[in-house]
């Protein structure tokens, strides 16, 4: 898969693609029906022959350029973590636009024009059934039928993908995660919701008590899961382990500071500077004050035992 950061310093290798463009930051059930159809559509051009699969998305997040959304804590998936996740599709290229306030105030028709005909050589374009592009956003459905028949491409619109009768979205998703439902949260997105972030040395309190974490350097626009302890699946390396996991201040111990630490179930050695991702499943109990130690540790021990019970 190529990875196009600056379309003026990259040609596009292909004479005509499939493409679907937006923000694409959760690939969802709903931007994967997109990548889906670009899919199709890219094979079926028999006409013009195989055409490329391309997704054309942004970086940074539009909303944050433009102060719609705070930057903290705003992001279900990081730009390596989106990446992670695109390469997990039959995609030939994956364009990111890099977002400012003069893309912003580009026309539609230039937009169009200049980018998705002009540069990529797009043939077939797919979007969802809220995209809109360029200033004032006026680059919605009706405005690429009216252009296809001009400019000869072919245009097709998704509807929205429900899920149990509710629209799949990234801000119902946001919302889940931050309330811890993490489970239903992984439903909706269609594959597991997770941290990708260096390990850090932190308090190393766990380890005095029987309990080692890794603690994650979560970076500060990542959205988090509500405080409380979730099991996951931890993968470093080519390795995978069941992991409990706070996400919280660690009230026994009097912090006040967030942090994202993780007990690797049948796992011994030393994490400090390896990178790890965090695939949260379900969520176990609040995050909560306990009278001592070793209340604490007859907690931990009961969340290790319901953490061994799930499957990987």
Known sequence: ML?????????????????????FDGMHRGHQALINRV???????????EAARV?????????LVLGKRDAGRSELFTYDEKLALYQKFDLDAVVFLPFTKELARMTALRYLKEILLGQLRARHIIIGYDQRFGRGRKGDYGFLKKMSRKYEFK???IGAVRYRGAIV?????RGLI??????????????DFFIEALIVRGQQRGATIGFPTANLAVP?????????????????????????????????????????????????????????????????RDERKFDGIDALKEQLTRDRAQTKKMKY
């Open 169 to 173: 979205s990234t801000s119902r998703i």
């Open 155 to 157: 245009v097709e619109q």
């Open 178 to 191: 931050e309330a811890g439902s993490v489970s239903r949260a992984n439903r909706l997105l269609g594959h």
């Open 3 to 23: 990875v196009i950061h600056d379309l003026n310093s990259v040609r596009p290798e292909w004479d005509s693609c499939a493409l679907t463009l937006g923000v």
């Open 39 to 49: 899919q199709k559509r890219s094979r079926g051009d028999r006409s013009r022959g």
């Open 55 to 63: 997704l054309v998305t942004y970086h940074p997040h539009p909303d």
């Open 220 to 284: 500060p626009t990542k959205t988090v899961p509500g405080g409380g302890v979730y099991t996951a699946v931890a993968e470093v390396g080519q390795s995978r382990f069941r992991a409990m996991v706070n996400v919280g201040v660690n009230p026994t111990f009097g912090n006040n500071q967030l942090s994202v630490e993780a007990h690797l179930l049948d796992f011994s050695g030393d994490l400090y500077g390896e990178r790890i991702r965090l695939f949260f499943r379900d969520r176990i």
